[in-house]
């Protein structure tokens, strides 16, 4: 099966940077804002489904859906259900990406292959004093507010809050004009359990070690 895009594209797009630096004057976090990311700062994690969608400069748009749980300290894993089945997941230590109908599993030798500010944010490894406010604008409803952020390093992500003060979607653009947006629901505030962490390749894979 052909992977339109390359198979790793989701997440990798995450990781690309943006230019720029924190400015010493940046005006302070609103406090919905600050809120939020001490609340990301708290948990120990979370579970929660997600839609994305990768706007490419060509006009072209893939979508996909599926879950995504997160264990501080860095264990996390996202399973892709559409519009195939695919698994990135970390006990922390290594990172398997798993392809059941290619029955092919590769390990990732290097965690920052696939390490993102997607992830870096929703598992609390961005503080309040990192980020700068750089936007914010409401909803047409009301219901939610976005704020355009810049993380350390230069990164620039745009953050949706619900009404309740949560962190509902993640977006981010890189330097060639591509959009990637994860949109979360059905967020269960507990850190899931050990255990889906952990992978072992089934029986007949392929396993495949990165750099091979």
């Given at each position: 099966?052909?992977?339109?895009?390359?198979?790793?594209?989701?997440?990798?797009?995450?990781?690309?940077?943006?230019?720029?630096?924190?400015?010493?004057?940046?005006?302070?976090?609103?406090?919905?804002?600050?809120?939020?990311?001490?609340?990301?700062?708290?948990?120990?994690?979370?579970?929660?489904?997600?839609?994305?969608?990768?706007?490419?400069?060509?006009?072209?748009?893939?979508?996909?859906?599926?879950?995504?749980?997160?264990?501080?300290?860095?264990?996390?894993?996202?399973?892709?259900?559409?519009?195939?089945?695919?698994?990135?997941?970390?006990?922390?230590?290594?990172?398997?990406?798993?392809?059941?109908?290619?029955?092919?599993?590769?390990?990732?030798?290097?965690?920052?292959?696939?390490?993102?500010?997607?992830?870096?944010?929703?598992?609390?490894?961005?503080?309040?004093?990192?980020?700068?406010?750089?936007?914010?604008?409401?909803?047409?409803?009301?219901?939610?507010?976005?704020?355009?952020?810049?993380?350390?390093?230069?990164?620039?992500?745009?953050?949706?809050?619900?009404?309740?003060?949560?962190?509902?979607?993640?977006?981010?653009?890189?330097?060639?004009?591509?959009?990637?947006?994860?949109?979360?629901?059905e967020v269960v505030e507990r850190a899931p359990d050990r255990a889906r962490f952990r992978f072992t390749p089934p029986r007949g894979v392929d396993v495949i070690t990165e750099g091979e």
């Open positions: 099966m052909v992977r339109a895009q390359g198979a790793r594209v989701r997440l990798l797009l995450f990781a690309m940077l943006a230019c720029g630096s924190l400015q010493a004057a940046a005006a302070p976090l609103p406090g919905p804002l600050r809120q939020a990311l001490d609340r990301l700062n708290r948990m120990e994690g979370f579970s929660a489904a997600f839609t994305q969608t990768l706007s490419y400069r060509d006009g072209s748009v893939e979508r996909y859906r599926g879950r995504l749980a997160v264990r501080r300290p860095g264990m996390f894993r996202w399973h892709y259900s559409f519009p195939y089945e695919q698994l990135y997941v970390s006990d922390g230590k290594a990172i398997w990406h798993y392809e059941p109908d290619l029955l092919q599993a590769e390990r990732l030798s290097r965690l920052q292959a696939v390490d993102s500010v997607a992830m870096a944010l929703l598992d609390g490894r961005i503080k309040p004093d990192e980020v700068a406010l750089l936007s914010s604008s409401p909803a047409p409803d009301g219901s939610m507010r976005a704020f355009t952020i810049r993380i350390r390093g230069g990164m620039v992500v745009t953050l949706t809050l619900d009404r309740r003060g949560r962190v509902a979607a993640v977006e981010q653009r890189d330097e060639l004009g591509n959009r990637n947006r994860i949109l979360l629901s």
